[in-house]
């Protein structure tokens, strides 16, 4: 043998030209299902992906995540998209429907519902947001 990890074709052919015994093909199709190197082996470009990075806060309401999803079935009152708001130090979170993911909708709901009206105070973040989204209003 070669020593390398051939792949199920390339072994076959290796191992008949050079060994025979009962039900060797299913012998060499086993070992390479079981092989940990070939079934971690990729071919072609790998994906440029990189390692998470773990977000951090010092403080409550220090950092906000917003995000949309959807468009989701329509509610009753008309809303397709979930706009959620988390805190990830308090692990707070709100979700809000909302019926169009237009920058000016998802500024009144930040604006009017969200925590921001209790708690803008203690946002670093979050005024400014807020104000460069009431520009569309």
Known sequence: ??????GVRRTLAQVQRRAFWPRWRNDVRTFCRRCASCQTYRRGKLPRIGA??????EEPFERLNFDLTGPHP?????SV??????????????????PNKEAATIARVLVEQTIYADLAHRSKVLP????????LL
Do not use: D, N, W
């Open 81 to 98: 998209y979930i706009l959620t708001c988390l805190c990830p130090f308090s692990k707070l979170a709100e979700a809000f429907p909302v």
């Open 52 to 57: 998470l990075q773990p977000i951090l806060a």
């Open 1 to 6: 043998m070669t020593g390398g990890h051939l």
């Open 128 to 135: 400014t947001v807020v104000v460069r989204l009431m520009v």
């Open 74 to 78: 329509r509610t009753r009152r008309g």
